[in-house]
């Protein structure tokens, strides 16, 4: 078959296609009356120095700020967890009876559940219950980037503040309870497994690689974990917090935030599209991890 191609006929216009949308890491909010440039950086909630090192350039972008934004105020952590999304007193939905006594003696290996107490260990919530276990995952070297971002700016006494509580997570979190049972199952049957896809996501945010942290996104919403609305919720209520701050304060900010609420998603509309259309500038600032 003959293909007709009209590239050099003067009479046919050309019909523009969009350029693709640039993604990145790290970028520079300007515009819009601000008096001070802020920085909005995609962060990973894991932190291995020896897959990678922050960049000196994210560093130096937080000295110039007034204030540190993390998806939850830090300095608020051990007293921001409400105890009936830690532990519930459900008799019918006692851990043990949703894992079945299998996966729950799996459970109770783990010396954190040890340390609980087997009958205290039952009425911890199916979320919680899987964050305990990936903290047993970490070791010397891995921490987390928020918390190496935010230790930072501590000790340059900036102000600290979080785009939501940690009770507005959980909450959201808890209205997929069967999705978390699922979840909790499959770490405990497949640990090697979920290992592996551990450092697969490190992988993934070291090469910036967004249309795999875009999938691994997808099969995670298809789990029914997450409700599909989740994510986007969060960004708008997140970016109507930090605009009002900027705008009336007149102080920069240095937001740190998951690099998956940076750019629009099949479930979500993302951080920088949705400063943009506040009629902020976004520009991308290049980084090599």
Not at 24 to 45: A, P, R, V
Not at 82 to 87: C, D, L, R, T
Not at 234 to 251: G, P
Request: aromatic share 12%; proline share 3%.
């Amino acid at each position: 078959m003959k293909i007709h191609t009209f590239v050099n006929c003067p009479n046919i216009k050309q019909k523009q296609m969009p350029k693709p949308k640039k993604q990145s890491l790290f970028w520079k909010i300007s515009g819009n009356g601000l008096m001070k440039e802020s920085y909005l950086f995609g962060t990973i909630h894991i932190y291995d120095t020896a897959v990678f090192q922050i960049p000196r350039k994210v560093f130096n972008a937080l000295k110039k700020a007034d204030t540190f934004w993390a998806e939850l105020d830090l300095n608020e952590m051990p007293s921001g967890i409400s105890y009936s999304n830690v532990f519930h007193s459900n008799a019918e939905k006692t851990l043990d009876k949703l894992l079945g006594k299998r996966d729950f003696g799996k459970l109770m290996q783990y010396s954190v559940f040890k340390n609980f107490g087997e009958e205290k260990a039952k009425q911890i919530s199916p979320l919680f219950a899987y964050t305990l276990l990936f903290s047993e995952q970490e070791t010397e070297t891995t921490s987390s980037v928020d918390k190496e971002l935010f230790d930072f700016a501590r000790k340059r006494e900036k102000e600290t503040f979080g785009l939501e509580t940690l009770e507005d997570q959980l909450t959201l979190l808890n209205s997929s309870s069967k999705g978390q049972v699922k979840m909790l199952k499959t770490f405990l049957s497949k640990k090697e497994t979920v290992k592996e896809g551990f450092d697969e996501m490190l992988q993934y945010y070291k090469n910036q690689d967004f249309e795999s942290l875009n999938e691994n996104l997808k099969d995670s919403f298809s789990s029914s974990f997450l409700p599909k609305k989740f994510l986007d919720k969060r960004n708008r209520k997140a970016v109507n917090k930090i605009v009002q701050y900027i705008v009336e304060q007149e102080k920069s900010a240095f937001i740190a935030v998951g690099a998956m609420h940076l750019h629009d998603t099949a479930f979500s509309q993302g951080m920088v599209s949705l400063l943009e259309e506040k009629g902020f500038s976004l520009k991308p600032l290049k980084l090599v991890l």
